[in-house]
Nanobody
């Protein structure tokens, strides 16, 4: 059974950092395209960062380039999102997504950037 479990969200001050984790089970993250999305109330879920399966190429939303980094640990079967220089507009629920033939989503983790 495929499962994605996000963790690492919380409350952080502007300029701070958080690292989100997405622990996968039921499949191997290195064989799936993995990505992070975020969503705020009343808005469409938007792509934050993505990583391809084989080559591990990455892409980022313009709003987070240079501040966020997506990575994966194949041994732990986990994908991460390192978020630095956080801004209040980064406040959202962050979701992990896995895609190959099918698409799987985690349950989300809340990130709040506020002083």
């Amino acid at each position: 059974q495929v499962q994605l479990v996000e963790s690492g969200g919380g409350l952080v001050q502007p300029g701070g950092s958080l690292r989100l984790s997405c622990a996968a089970s039921g499949f191997t993250v290195s064989t799936y395209a993995m990505s992070w999305y975020r969503q705020t109330p009343g808005k469409k879920r938007e792509l934050v960062a993505g990583m391809t399966s084989a080559g591990g190429s990455t892409n980022y939303a313009d709003s987070v380039k240079g501040r966020f980094t997506i990575s994966r640990d194949n041994a732990l079967n986990t994908v991460y999102l390192q978020m630095n220089s956080l801004k209040p507009e980064d406040t959202a629920v962050y979701y992990c997504k896995a895609q190959r033939i099918y698409v799987y989503w985690g349950q989300g983790t809340q990130v709040t950037v506020s002083s």
